[in-house]
């Protein structure tokens, strides 16, 4: 059974940074893709990155480029999102899933991410 739990999610200053962190107990990460997407309240849900582990090449969304890393490490076989200049644009539900389609793959519970002074 595929599992993925975030966690790391939290309140943080305009211009601060957050980690962001996803456990996948039931699969193993360096053998598929993984996408980090976020929902803001009364939007649609956003593609953020995606990090194809074979390869490790990493993409992301012009809104995040720059400001945003996707990480994975094999020995945790955890996901991570590193986020910095953060923006208030930024507060959302963030989730990781397995797969790079974001409206069928597997997702978290997710991790709330608000950034307010």
């Known amino acids: 059974e595929v599992q993925l739990v975030e966690s790391g999610g939290g309140l943080v200053q305009p211009g601060g940074s957050l980690r962001v962190s996803c456990a996948a107990p039931?699969?193993?990460?360096?053998?598929?893709?993984l996408t980090w997407v976020r929902q803001a309240p009364g939007k649609d849900l956003e593609w953020v990155s995606t990090i194809m582990t074979t390869s490790g090449n990493t993409y992301y969304a012009d809104s995040v480029k720059g400001r945003f890393t996707t990480s994975i490490d094999n020995a945790k076989n955890s996901l991570y999102l590193q986020m910095n200049s953060l923006k208030s644009e930024d507060t959302a539900v963030y989730y990781c899933g397995k797969g790079r389609n974001i409206r069928t793959m597997t997702r978290g519970q997710g991790t709330q991410v608000t950034v307010s002074s």
């Open positions: 039931g699969f193993t990460v360096s053998s598929t893709a």
